[in-house]
C-alpha cells in the first residue's frame, strides 16, 4: 500500500483547507485510516481517525468542531476538512492506514505542510 498526500500550503489564520490522501496498491487490504501531524520539535500526534466504512470517527480535542475527516473508498482516497485554522495547527500533516489482515502492520505517506499564518 502505497499513500500520497496532498493539498496542504500556506494559509492565513481562520482560513481553510482540504487534505488528499490517495491510496494506491493493494487498497483492499486497508482498515481504519487516521490523519497525524508533527510539528516543528514535537512528537506527532493524532488528529482524526475514520474506520473503513466511514461510520465511525475520532477527533483530537485540539481540532473537534474545525476539522472532519471523511474517506471515499471507492476513491481509494482519504480527506481532511480544515476550517478556522490557528497558528497552531502548522505541522507536516501525514496520513496512515492499518492494514486488516496483519495486526500491527501500518502504513504511512511522506506527509504534506499545512502552515498558517497569523
Known amino acids: 500500500v502505497q499513500l500520497v498526500e496532498s493539498g496542504g500550503g500556506l494559509v492565513q489564520a481562520g482560513g481553510s483547507l482540504r487534505l488528499s490522501c490517495a491510496a494506491s496498491g493493494s487498497t483492499f487490504s486497508i482498515n481504519a485510516m487516521g490523519w497525524y501531524r508533527q510539528a516543528l520539535g514535537k512528537q506527532r500526534e493524532l488528529v482524526a481517525t475514520i474506520t473503513r466504512g466511514g461510520g465511525s470517527t475520532k477527533y483530537a480535542d485540539s481540532v473537534k468542531g474545525r476539522f472532519t475527516i471523511s474517506r471515499d473508498n471507492a476513491k481509494n482516497t482519504m480527506y481532511l476538512q480544515m476550517n478556522s485554522l490557528k497558528p497552531e495547527d502548522t505541522a507536516v500533516y501525514y496520513c496512515?492506514?492499518?492494514?486488516?489482515?496483519?495486526?500491527?502492520?501500518?502504513?504511512w505517506g511522506q506527509g504534506t505542510q499545512v502552515t498558517v499564518s497569523s
Open positions: 496512515k492506514a492499518e492494514s486488516r489482515y496483519y495486526t500491527g502492520t501500518t502504513y
